[in-house]
């Protein structure tokens, strides 16, 4: 099983710094925490695509290259690429350069985004929503297997004979897709024969196994062998030295960033019982010491019928850089080895 | 004046690795180059960008975004970024972005390139060549110098009150205008009151008076300062311990690109006595002694009224790394000195 980590490259906004400068330290510290997962003997950082004042990330494969430049080993992915608002011919040469920059650590996680901001920003219609990710992803898919493409569809100018560079060094870049709660995202991936990222971000991780079998059973249909059928998990997650320094050193940060997007999207407040439930056996914050949440990724890998990689978003919350390498260290040294042992 | 390199990220062709791993090395070699000339002095690097198999540069943000995550001074820019078949909010995103990991080395050179590839690839019709440079530099620009933008053109979705993230570093990013011999495009620079950077690959530097002399007019009338007209200079260029050395190193690599080149552009084949007569005192071709470059930019500069800014393209010419890697050295140690004591 694979470990890594997903940021979405929060901007700063609680200190004395102008803003400016603010966001170009939290640039650096991001880059930092990169070079430090790397050290550490992660396998995987992915970052996230937003379009909005709170997040840097608006140019994932931007930051993921700067990343590959100071990096040897670890792999780098989006997390999700907003793949629906994108071109993909731009898409697959911005992965294609940072697959030639990081000598073919690079790999996509297409999604539909959970934020609606670049519909609008990039002159789409949410009518179209799914349209728009199955014709793209399908464009994407082209390009990724053909140096030489003929295509046309409804949402971009047709490619007659056209070839697109540079060429990446893996002979197939992985495209994963990322899916969120969604029956007929679970079906398409295994139709396709993609690797599945599933973002639980709440509830409980073993209410996924519905989807999950959707998924095998779609990809046994289509005639994919099972071991291309790969089911990846991004989760909330943050490790401590111990349980309770976990959790009690997420919850603040946790509380007011989802309090804030509840606000938009009509969830009520965070309270910490229900907080406190999430971080529990079978809820999906895998926030805790090193044991206990390598305890939680085997019995929700095995509540999923075998998981290949899970990431933790651990940077939303606000902690200090000190406090995010120390669980990155952790995650490396001590939670790595007891989930390989198993 | 500013000393630089510019690049088109050439990839490998002649040597016996497998296709991708040559192309990964050529991105590890020119990230050294550019590592060597922040360290030599240098002031500035740029990338191109092209969309054919001869380059590696059709994603060129991604490469400076992976220079600036190793260099600590000197700026990095396009060279140029061919605006007029890209998204200005995805060009933006990208730079702003490069200048959040750079800490405020970021420039753009916008210009519509001199192949005319990326036209159909990205949908865009040559017979509007001249309306999409006009009107992307124009969104471009609006962006640059509003975080909240409503805005409505021919070519691109229009935005309603819509924000861009996220913001770079520096309060204005520099945007620069970069052209060959349209008199319209130097007339456009100047009324803008934007900095010229100006390609001079061949012939004689100081013909392009008139056309700098179209820009002064243009930017005086429009009544920019003075000192916001500065005017760059990109041309061909390689420095050696003599003037011997560098002309017979640079020319089987340039008679070979550019007679390829001119085979798709009807131009006659180079040859010796042409290059020769380029790399005399008036030619374009900034190739020597550090001595002798050094007075030929002065001498350029003072043909031209006043230079800010040259940039060598030195790698075209297939030479090898440890070759480059002298020139730069050539040019931080030497010729930066002569022009800065002059």
Redesign the interface.
């Known amino acids: 099983m694979e470990i890594g980590i997903d940021s979405f490259a929060a ?1 700063m906004f609680n200190d004395t710094e102008d ?3 603010r ?2 330290n ?3 510290q991001l ?1 930092e925490r990169i070079e430090y997962a790397d050290q550490a003997g992660l396998d995987v950082f992915g970052i996230g695509e937003h ?3 709170e ?2 990330d ?2 994932p ?3 993921l ?6 990096t040897k080993r670890i792999r780098l992915t989006s997390a999700v690429t907003v793949i629906s608002a994108a ?1 993909p ?2 898409v697959f ?2 992965f ?6 990081s ?2 650590r690079a790999e996509i996680v297409a999604g539909r985004g959970s934020f609606i901001e670049a519909y ?5 219609k949410l009518e179209d929503y799914d349209a728009l990710f199955a014709e793209k992803l399908n464009l994407l898919l082209t390009i990724r297997d053909n140096e030489v493409v003929t295509w046309s569809g409804r949402f ?5 004979n ?10 197939s870049m992985p495209v994963w897709l990322g899916v969120g709660g969604t029956p007929q995202s679970f079906v398409r991936a295994g139709t396709l024969g993609l690797p599945l990222m599933v973002a639980i971000i709440g509830g409980e991780t073993h209410r996924f196994r519905p989807l999950i079998d959707l998924y095998r059973e779609a990809g046994a249909k289509a005639g994919h062998a099972p071991d291309r059928l790969k089911v990846g998990l991004h989760s909330i997650g943050y490790v401590g030295n111990t349980t309770r320094e976990a959790t009690n050193d997420f919850y603040p940060g946790y509380a007011e960033v989802f309090t804030k997007i509840g606000r938009e999207r009509g969830w009520p407040p965070v309270t910490r019982t229900q907080y406190d439930a999430q971080t529990g056996p079978t809820g999906a914050l895998l926030i805790g010491s090193p044991q206990e949440v390598a305890e939680k990724i085997l019995r929700h890998s095995e509540a999923l019928g075998g998981v290949s990689r899970v990431t933790f978003q651990m940077d939303q919350a606000a902690l200090p850089q000190e406090k995010l390498l120390k669980s990155i260290e952790l995650i490396g040294n001590q939670l790595i080895p007891l989930i390989r042992q198993h």
């Open positions: 901007a803003k400016a400068t966001n170009a939290a640039i650096a880059l379009h909005r004042k997040f840097l608006s140019a494969t931007m930051i290259a700067a990343a590959a430049a100071r071109d011919v731009r040469q911005n294609a350069t940072l697959d030639l920059i000598n073919g609008p920003l990039f002159g789409y971009r100018a047709p490619l007659r056209q070839a697109i560079y540079p060429r990446p060094v893996q002979p």
